[in-house]
Nanobody, 123 residues
Framework: VQLQASGGGLVQTGDSLRLSCAASGRTFSRYAVAWFRRAPGKERELVAAIGWRAGGTVYQDSVKGRFTISRNDTQNMVYLQMNSLKSEDTAVYYC?????????????????WGQGTQVTVSS
């Protein structure tokens, strides 16, 4: 599976962005997909994850109610809708896929990673 993240940009506090993760592979629906982020000087952290065939989602507490992860398996796409963005959401965002199909919280569980897309939220 190859992953391609896109949709990042420079926005202001309170704005919205939608990140997209395009995946290759005919069995994509069997994979769980997650969004992680890494802010300057901080460790990588899970933002949200979705299990295979959209079975089960996991969110970091700080984004609950603001971010929504979704997937379209017919198009091999996973999205992260980010609303009410805050300056602390500034980071490089990565999508990752897990062949076990389970929305794990830990990055080491994920087998495939895309390149990052920068999200910068200015106050």
């Amino acid at each position: 599976v190859q992953l391609q993240a896109s949709g990042g940009g420079l926005v202001q506090t309170g704005d919205s962005l939608r990140l997209s993760c395009a995946a290759s592979g005919r069995t994509f629906s069997r994979y769980a997909v997650a969004w992680f982020r890494r802010a300057p000087g901080k460790e990588r952290e899970l933002v949200a994850a979705i299990g295979w065939r959209a079975g089960g989602t996991v969110y970091q507490d700080s984004v609950k109610g603001r971010f929504t992860i979704s997937r379209n398996d017919t198009q091999n796409m996973v999205y992260l809708q980010m609303n009410s963005l805050k300056s602390e959401d500034t980071a490089v965002y990565y999508c990752a896929a897990d062949s076990a199909g389970i929305a794990f919280k830990h990055g080491w569980r994920y087998d495939y990673w895309g390149q990052g897309t920068q999200v910068t939220v200015s106050s």
